[in-house]
């Protein structure tokens, strides 16, 4: 089974930082659309950030933009959400999602809705002080 799995979630302070990551299982990044949503107790799921399935679009909600960085390592087969200047916020359950980018049109930043196919189980970030 196609799936994709994150970590790096945890408890840290306003301000601080932490780094999270996705790996998929049976399956390589390459040429996947990725990205990461977040959803917070009581609140609709947010698409957070994504990338192109070339790497080179990417798209920030306006709530992260300057704070947050997604990124992927094709080498190592992982993607990457860097958070800094962490705010109570952005405390939720983080899920990395993936789909393959056939269509230009339809991938991060295109023209038509993307899909995503796979999506993880979630890890908690919890900022709080």
């Known amino acids: 089974q196609l799936q994709v799995a994150e970590s790096g979630g945890g408890l840290v302070q306003p301000g601080g930082s932490l780094r999270l990551s996705c790996a998929p299982s049976?399956?390589?990044?390459?040429?996947?659309?990725i990205g990461w949503f977040r959803q917070a107790p009581g609140k609709e799921s947010e698409e957070v950030s994504c990338?192109?399935?070339?790497?080179?679009?990417?798209n920030y909600a306006h709530s992260v933009k300057g704070r947050f960085t997604i990124s992927r390592d094709n080498a190592k087969n992982t993607v990457y959400l860097q958070m800094n200047s962490l705010k109570p916020a952005d405390t939720a359950l983080y899920f990395c999602?993936?789909?393959?980018?056939?269509?230009?049109?339809?991938?991060?930043?295109?023209?038509?809705?993307?899909?995503?196919?796979?999506w993880g189980q979630g890890t908690q970030v919890t900022v709080s002080s």
């Open positions: 049976r399956f390589t990044f390459d040429g996947y659309a």
């Open positions: 999602v993936a789909s393959l980018a056939l269509d230009p049109k339809r991938d991060c930043g295109g023209s038509l809705p993307l899909a995503w196919h796979y």
């Open positions: 990338m192109s399935g070339s790497g080179g679009r990417t």
